[in-house]
C-alpha cells in the first residue's frame, strides 16, 4: 500500500470519527434543551396552577373547631388546614354572628321574649351556610346586652349599655387577632338612642370578602 493510500485512509478514518462526533454532540445538546423547555414548562403550569387554585374556604372546619383553629393560629401556631387565605371571609362570619346576637336580642328586649340563638349559629353568606362559633360566655353576654339595650328607653343606661358590648366585642377580636377594624364593623348599627319604630334590616358584612 502506497503512502498516499494510508493518508486517504486515515483522513477518511478521522472524517468518519469526526463526523460521528458532531452528530453525538448535536445530540446531546437537543436533549439537554428539551429537557431544560420541559422543567421550565413544569415550573410554569405549577406556578399557574397555585395562582389559578381557588382560596379554601375554612379548609372543612365550621363551629367551634374553626374557632378554636383560629385561635391558634392568632397566637403563633401552625396554618394546619391552609385557611389563612379565608382571613377575611371568617372575619365577616364572626361580624355576622356577633350583630345577629345584638340585634336578636334587642328584639327580644322589646317583646319581653328570652330565647338566646343557638351556638353554634348557622349564618347565611354568599357562598352558603356556615356554623359560626362564639364562646359560650361571650355569645351569652352579647345577647343579654342586646336584650337590656333593646328593653331600655334611658339614654344613659343605653350608653352603659353599649359600652359594654364594645368591651365584649373587642374582647372576640383580641382572641383572633382582628383588630379594631372588626370592632367598629360590628357595633356599627347599635343604637344609643331609643328606636322609634324602625323596619328590620338584614344584616351584611360591613366590607363583602365574597364579592370580585
Do not use: C
Not at 494510508?6 to 478521522?14: D, E, G
Not at 319581653?112 to 353576654?141: D, H
Request: aromatic share 6%; proline share 5%.
Amino acid at each position: 500500500m502506497s503512502l498516499e493510500s494510508i493518508v486517504i485512509a486515515v483522513s477518511l478514518l478521522l472524517g468518519i470519527v469526526l463526523l460521528i462526533l458532531i452528530i453525538y454532540l448535536i445530540s446531546r445538546v437537543n436533549d439537554l434543551e428539551a429537557k431544560a423547555f420541559y422543567q421550565q414548562e413544569t415550573a410554569s403550569s405549577g406556578e399557574k396552577k397555585t395562582e389559578n387554585e381557588p382560596q379554601k374556604v375554612f379548609g372543612g372546619l365550621s363551629g367551634r373547631q374553626l374557632w378554636d383553629e383560629w385561635v391558634s393560629i392568632a397566637n403563633g401556631g401552625d396554618d394546619q388546614y391552609g385557611i389563612k387565605g379565608d382571613r377575611d371571609r371568617f372575619l365577616a362570619l364572626l361580624e355576622l354572628h356577633a350583630r345577629s346576637l345584638i340585634k336578636t336580642g334587642m328584639e327580644h328586649g322589646a317583646s319581653s321574649t328570652n330565647e338566646q340563638p343557638s351556638n353554634p349559629l348557622t349564618i347565611k353568606m354568599l357562598r352558603g351556610e356556615f356554623e359560626s362559633y362564639l364562646p359560650s360566655s361571650q355569645a351569652s353576654r352579647l345577647y343579654e346586652l342586646g336584650r337590656e339595650l333593646g328593653a331600655s328607653e334611658d339614654t344613659q343606661q343605653r350608653a352603659a349599655l353599649s359600652a359594654a358590648l364594645t368591651e365584649t366585642v373587642e374582647a372576640i377580636s383580641m382572641g383572633i387577632d382582628a383588630g379594631s377594624s372588626f370592632v367598629e364593623s360590628t357595633m356599627r348599627d347599635v343604637p344609643i338612642n331609643p328606636p322609634e319604630s324602625e323596619p328590620g334590616q338584614e344584616l351584611v358584612p360591613s366590607d363583602n370578602p365574597e364579592s370580585g
